[in-house]
């Protein structure tokens, strides 16, 4: 699978962003809250408002994973905020526990603005989506799921792809209508080992 060129982190500031992350986590053991960065603190590229998704794996197990698709706070404390809810609010999960911070990582993948796209039909949602580059979300009503870039990996093909999102909003994984929406998005993603900030 093809991977996203979207540059919205300097490989120089991918550190402060981690940091700040792996510092709300150990925020969120040390009084429940998270650690909320001081955005003037930061280079410009990380003030910029941008959304964010953190993935928390331990080992190649998932073990939370939150984020905004929408841009409203600046990128660095969307991050820290990511972080601490995936690993504290994951309803799919019991709260981080210090004792697995030993083998965790943080993936991080910063978002692009979402872009409505105008879908006709079901050939026609599968033939403009870009597998292993667009980041998908379909709603219909109040029923919405969100596939990040990283997800085409699982799946053999754009219909699977299409059709397991369908099942994440609740909705038959054949289920089609002139009223479900279509938006897609970029991301850039990097990663890095879990540690304690001084």
């Known amino acids: 699978m093809t991977q996203s060129s979207e540059i919205f982190v300097d490989d120089k500031n991918k550190h402060l962003v981690l940091g700040a992350s792996c510092q709300s986590i150990v925020s969120g053991f ?52 990511s972080a601490f809810a995936a690993a504290f609010r994951d309803s799919r999960f ?3 526990t210090a004792e697995e911070t030993e083998h965790l990582s943080l993936h991080i993948s910063v978002l692009s603005p979402l872009e409505k796209r105008g879908v006709l039909s079901e ?20 029923r919405r799921a969100c596939f990040l870039p990283v997800m085409w990996d699982r799946f053999e093909s754009t219909e699977d792809f299409v059709s397991s ?25 990097f990663t890095g080992p879990f540690y304690r900030p001084h």
Not at 123 to 142: K, N, R, T
């Open 30 to 81: 040390a009084s429940g809250q998270a650690f909320e960065p001081t955005p003037a603190s930061y280079p410009q590229q990380l003030q910029e408002l941008r959304a964010t998704y953190v993935t928390l794996k331990l080992g190649n197990e998932l073990r939370g994973c939150v984020g905004h698709l929408e841009a409203k706070v600046p990128l660095i404390v969307d991050a820290s905020f």
């Open 94 to 96: 019991a709260p981080l």
């Open 123 to 142: 050939h026609s949602m599968h033939s403009m989506l870009s597998p292993g580059e667009d980041g998908v979300v379909i709603e219909l009503g109040p």
């Open 165 to 189: 999102l369908k099942s994440k909003a609740g909705l038959p994984s054949d289920y089609w209508s002139t009223e479900l929406m279509l938006y897609t998005f970029r991301t850039q993603s």
